[in-house]
């Protein structure tokens, strides 16, 4: 009897031991991400993520701003590190609407594929296309269009399944009024070329998901394959996007759509919600995807959220919707003398600018580009109220050719709008408030310079994202110039504003010093 008792209470020990250390192994996998959102601030339409060791890699829309498809890093999903871009130069195939990157890690090949969507300039269709790298930072190689359907084709997304890699993808038919398909089909291991047949996965038909379906992330968990998906108006002031899910057993289906779809929606922070990428943290699903902050509507754009997945009672995934927007405006403060050129700063994608930096600062080279607003280094805004200043050389102007401050848009709110921007600049002796929309051109206000100053500081101050006020520095005073100014009818169709410098003239090099952004 007592051999009975030890050997029951030596089976007891073990079991207690094991059951500990599966707990022990559970916590750590299941450790909760302390998230601070936005994790990217300003705009970052259609985020994708992947991870490879224990680096995280991100990337979003470009829109119609260059470099293309910029690159990050990241340790934690939370705090990011702009490293490179995908493409200095434009794909010679494509003209404009660089959408959609997603990122894809292939472990066997060691090699990076960054699948993305734009306009191609023979045939005007959207097209999905795909490039490859060595690593997430680059080179990036591209290998053209993949697949390009008459109403178009976005929205990029690799799987793998067994033995076998699908690209699946989006049909835009909303474009044309009609269903927008959510296709799947075989990619050779190579993404140079499509393989077999087309299977379509599903459609924008259930009633919440109005003219499309878009967007689409797949991941596998227990015995399904899992999509998150988007559906609505992603872009617009009045969006209404949303996120949804299905499941399925077999990636080429049927599948299965939630009943309780949608599963992300507008919070107290956050609005209009999607097109994201799932990504796992130790046994943890987390979905990093776009939305507008409430409090700063179109203005700053489309941020990346982070949010964790949870899971239903009978294996749906869900959501707390209770994403915050918590993170401090003034992490985000920019300054910058020029010594080097920094990843940050952007121009339009056909509107390549000349410029030089070092110990004189930047010298901008003039232009009449962009619809006669003139040579733009930019970057995106990341809250609604910020300033902008900036110390511009007098000297190196003249009465044709300044050197602005300039607030970035789109002649209204419409898709492919033509370009608007507003702004202060240095003219010679004269300081200008300017506001140019395609042939629309207004001096808005002008006031003399004192010839005697070498450098004359501009100030852009931006409240509640679109009223601006405008001011010059004569000394250690602020001198108003323009005070209220409603930029509100500028905001870009899904892009937010951006700021920075604009060289307006005809080839001459405008000198600027020191430019700051601080935000609050």
Not at 103 to 113: C, H, P
Not at 483 to 498: C, I, N, Q, T
């Amino acid at each position: 009897m007592e051999i009975i008792k030890t050997a029951f209470l030596y089976v007891l020990i073990l079991l207690t031991v094991a059951g500990c250390t599966g707990n022990n192994t559970t916590n750590e996998q299941v450790e909760t991400i302390a998230i601070v959102n936005p994790v990217l601030p300003g705009d970052h339409p259609d985020p994708t993520v992947i991870k490879i060791g224990d680096t995280y890699w991100a990337s979003a829309t470009s829109n119609e701003w260059a470099p293309l498809f910029p690159i990050y890093k990241s340790t934690d999903l939370v705090n990011w590190k702009q490293v490179s871009y995908a493409f200095a130069d434009l794909p010679q195939w494509a003209r404009n609407n660089f959408w959609a990157p997603e990122l894809a890690y292939d472990e066997e090949q060691n090699k990076v594929y960054l699948y993305y969507t734009a306009r191609d300039k023979s045939t005007g269709r959207l097209a999905v296309a795909v490039a490859s790298a060595p690593s997430p930072e680059g080179p990036y190689t591209d290998h053209g269009p993949l697949v390009s359907q008459e109403l178009g084709s976005i929205d990029a997304y690799e799987v793998r399944d067994g033995d076998k890699i699908y690209l699946l993808w989006k049909e835009d038919g909303n474009s044309k009024g009609q269903p927008t398909p959510m296709w799947a089909q075989e990619i050779n291991p190579e993404r140079t070329a499509m393989v077999g047949e087309m299977h379509e996965l599903f459609t924008n038909d259930a009633e919440w998901e109005g003219r499309l379906v878009e967007g689409i992330s797949v991941f596998k968990h227990n015995d399904y394959y899992y999509a998150t998906y988007s559906a609505g108006a992603c872009c617009e002031v009045t969006c209404n996007y949303k996120t949804g899910v299905a499941r399925a057993k077999q990636l080429l289906g049927p599948w299965e759509k939630y009943d309780q779809n949608p599963v992300l929606v507008d919070n107290d922070d956050w609005k209009c919600a999607g097109h994201g990428t799932v990504v796992q943290h130790g046994s943890d699903f987390y979905y990093l995807y776009h939305a507008y902050n409430q409090a700063g509507s179109v203005y700053v754009g489309r941020e990346g959220v982070l949010e964790k997945i949870n899971w239903t009672a009978d294996g749906w995934p869900s959501f707390a919707n209770d994403a915050a927007y918590d993170r401090d405006a003034s992490a985000s403060d920019y300054s910058d003398d020029f010594a080097s050129v920094a990843p940050v700063w952007r121009w339009r994608v056909n509107q390549p600018v000349g410029y030089t930096v070092g110990e004189k600062g930047l010298l901008l080279t003039t232009s009449q580009a962009n619809d006669g607003i003139g040579s733009l280094l930019v970057q995106p805004i990341t809250s609604i109220n910020y300033e902008v200043t900036a110390r511009v050389t007098m000297g190196s102007t003249n009465s044709q050719s300044g050197a602005s401050i300039t607030m970035v848009g789109g002649a209204n709110n419409h898709f492919g709008a033509p370009i608007a921007a507003i702004g202060i600049g240095v003219f010679g002796n004269q300081v200008k408030v300017w506001r140019i929309a395609k042939d629309d051109v207004q001096e808005l206000q002008i006031l003399d310079v004192p010839a005697i100053q070498d450098e004359v500081t501009l100030k852009m101050a931006v409240s509640d994202g679109h009223i601006v006020d405008f001011s010059w520095q004569d000394g250690g005073a602020w001198k108003t110039v323009l005070e209220g100014y409603d930029a509100a009818s500028l905001v870009p169709w899904g892009m937010g504003f951006r700021v920075g410098l604009a060289g307006r003239g005809e080839g001459a090099q405008v000198r600027i010093s020191q430019l700051d952004i601080k935000n609050n």
